[in-house]
């Protein structure tokens, strides 16, 4: 048997999900005898084209780079979307709120709309067709090798499709909900083995929405963890900004989530401005 | 059969002493209350307990589950033919402390599933290998229990071993030769005398006034209830709060259904199938092949669950498929509960005539 070629590539992220795979490789490395890497630039130094299943990580923030996801899904047979900015849009899309040209000028100064290129956030389904996903932030190394191999045997990859509250129950995790500590848990994806309510933190959505996500059910829990409504549609759209947007006048919120003029958030990380 | 008395300064001894030989488990504290799990130090024990969010059910149906592995080999026709090897994974000789008799009535319900009619061999093997020492509930648990209205309060014949707290002793009755033996060998006791039963009469008399009736109407009357209230309007208002999260059934002593699915190991010709624990809350559950789905809506899941709790499973194996241990009602954010579904469910189809 020919091992199929996969190849790596990654636009607007932190790379992160990518390091998962290079860590997975440290203990699983008879992965690689079942498929070869011929890309894959936060591994290696060669650029091999021949690729039959691309892995990309990252969202689509600038028109420029549609041609290249153009040419990834020309090549390929199978694109696979790594991670939630890749599958979701993820936190980068979170800038989706204002105008373009507002955030290019918060982010990088007076001439930054002229000097940046930039445009709304979005994940790699909204420019080319995406074969499978594998969700999360960072994805989860055993869900990839799962997936890698579901693909491998022709098979069409499957996700869960109920919330993280069941790998919580199934680990008897206490419920952070009872326990006051907000989260995300009801209507969130699982897969990932509830590892952040196993470590005590609140579940933020990073792995999409359940299918059935009951989301005025999930407001009702929150509004009683305090959370004023502004915050609850923080939480709700920190890494699904895209996907609500996407939910129009049906989006679980409480205001609209586009505001192109809105005050942008006073922040020290913001990047110094230009003088 | 027989009755003896374990003074509480004994029972760190007797814990000490079967961890000898076996795995010892039991109610400990958590952060969040309380949970089943391994005793190293008798002094973890917290028999006291009120409840734990799982049931010791995790004892004999594990949450995943081994069932066997295969090897599969390749022909040079390109066919490919497979070797299984069952898988029993060792299951340790186990004590299990502390199960209430709501729990114990859970594994009844288990044993006839599982191992009468068509025996599952991995759940024999557990459950040969487990003792049960029961405790007696002198007080509910909290105000989700409602162990009363379903007959729950007393222990079914599942113990090795039942305890009863006294003052300065337990009553320990044992249910079966090998619980005696347990015992016996283990620690020393005393034969009660008959002022010890006659004062365990009046301890086991006395608590039945402290535990509450939730339901309006009583076990007996539930099935007919619920067919009465098949096409409730009830249904429709739970489907729209439920959030389908499946903590109902998977926290309850009495669901037992599972997932069955294969995993490949990294070479991709060997590989192990085990089964996991599944909810019928869950929208992949009754969906088949071809896309149809038996319980597409929230709502009919919702129903199904509460059918299977009050009527379906007494029909199939004989006994009430709730035991009232509030569980589900604990688990679940947005307040949906036997009791309160049974009551509205009377009240929507036994209106109060108006006041004239």
């Given at each position: 048997m020919t091992k199929p070629k996969i190849a790596f590539f990654d636009f607007t992220s932190c790379e992160g999900c990518q390091l998962t795979v290079v860590d997975l490789l440290q203990t699983h490395l008879g992965l690689l005898d079942l498929v070869e890497i011929v890309q894959f630039r936060e591994a290696m130094t060669e650029k091999g084209e021949d690729y039959q299943i691309a892995f990309i990580e990252g969202s689509c923030t600038r028109e420029s780079d549609e041609e290249r996801l153009y040419k990834i899904r020309e090549q390929a047979d199978l694109v696979v979307a790594l991670g939630a900015c890749a599958h979701l849009g993820g936190v980068n899309a979170m800038k989706n709120r204002w105008s373009i040209e507002n955030v290019q000028t918060y982010v990088y100064g007076e001439n930054g709309k002229d000097n940046y290129e930039s445009y709304g956030a979005r994940p790699i389904s909204a420019v080319i067709k995406v074969d499978a996903a594998i969700p999360g932030c960072p994805i989860d190394r055993f869900e990839f090798l799962k997936i890698v191999q579901m693909v491998l045997q022709g098979r069409t990859p499957k996700l869960p499709d109920y919330p993280l509250c069941v790998e919580c129950k199934l680990k008897e995790n206490g419920c952070l909900n009872t326990m006051g500590k907000p989260c995300l848990g009801p209507i969130t994806r699982a897969g990932c083995n509830a590892i952040c309510p196993t470590y005590g933190d609140g579940c933020e959505a990073c792995r999409g929405f359940?299918?059935?996500?009951?989301f005025e059910y999930m407001r009702e829990i929150l509004r009683g963890h305090g959370l004023s409504e502004e915050d609850i549609d923080a939480r709700f759209s920190m890494f699904n900004h895209y996907q609500l947007m996407q939910m129009g006048?049906?989006?679980?919120?409480?205001?609209?989530?586009?505001?192109?003029?809105a005050p942008l958030p006073t922040s020290t990380f913001a990047a110094p401005q230009e003088n | 059969m027989s009755l003896y008395i374990l003074s509480k300064e004994q029972l760190g001894e007797f814990v000490e002493k079967l961890q000898a030989k076996f795995r010892v488990v039991g109610p400990v504290r958590t952060e969040y209350g309380y949970a089943f799990d391994d005793i190293t130090k008798p002094e973890q024990l917290e028999l006291n307990y009120s409840t734990t969010i799982l049931p010791p059910k995790k004892y004999f149906l594990p949450q995943r589950e081994v069932l066997f592995e295969f090897e599969s080999e390749t022909d040079d026709k390109g066919l490919r033919s497979y070797e299984v090897r069952p898988i029993f994974?060792?299951?340790?000789p186990t004590v299990i402390f502390g199960v209430h008799t709501c729990d114990m009535h859970g594994i009844t319900l288990y044993d006839r599933v599982f191992a009468e009619g068509y025996r599952d061999e991995h759940y024999v093997e557990r459950r040969e290998n487990t003792y049960i020492i029961g405790m007696e509930c002198l007080t509910p648990c909290d105000d989700a229990s409602f162990c009363k209205d379903m007959g729950t309060l007393s222990a079914p014949q599942v113990y090795d071993l039942h305890m009863t707290p006294m003052n300065d002793h337990y009553m320990v009755d044992t249910g079966t030769e090998r619980g005696e033996k347990l015992l016996l060998d283990h620690v020393y006791v005393e034969m009660a005398r008959k002022e010890d039963i006659q004062q365990l009469g009046q301890v086991l008399s006395s608590k039945w006034p402290r535990f509450k009736m939730r339901l309006k109407v009583t076990r007996d009357q539930t099935p007919s209830l619920l067919t009465l209230g098949y096409k409730a309007k009830l249904w429709e208002e739970l489907g729209e709060k439920?959030?389908?999260?499946?903590s109902c059934t998977n926290v309850c002593p009495t669901c037992f259904c599972f997932d069955v699915q294969d995993e490949m190991d990294i070479n991709m010709t060997d590989g192990e199938r085990s089964r996991v624990w599944d909810s019928c809350q869950l929208r992949e559950f009754a969906l088949v092949a071809g896309g149809h789905n038996f319980r597409d809506t929230k709502a009919s899941r919702v129903r199904h669950r509460v059918m299977r709790k009050g009527k379906y499973i007494k029909q199939v194996?004989?006994?009430?498929?709730?035991?009232?241990?509030g569980r589900c009602e604990r688990a679940c954010l947005v307040n949906i509960t036997i009791p309160g579904t049974i009551n509205n469910l009377h009240d929507e189809m036994h209106p109060e005539p108006e006041k004239a």
């Open positions: 359940a299918p059935e996500a009951n006048e049906d989006a679980p919120l409480s205001k609209p989530i586009v505001e192109p003029d | 994974q060792e299951v340790e439920c959030l389908a999260c499946g194996h004989g006994i009430t498929g709730c035991v009232g241990c």
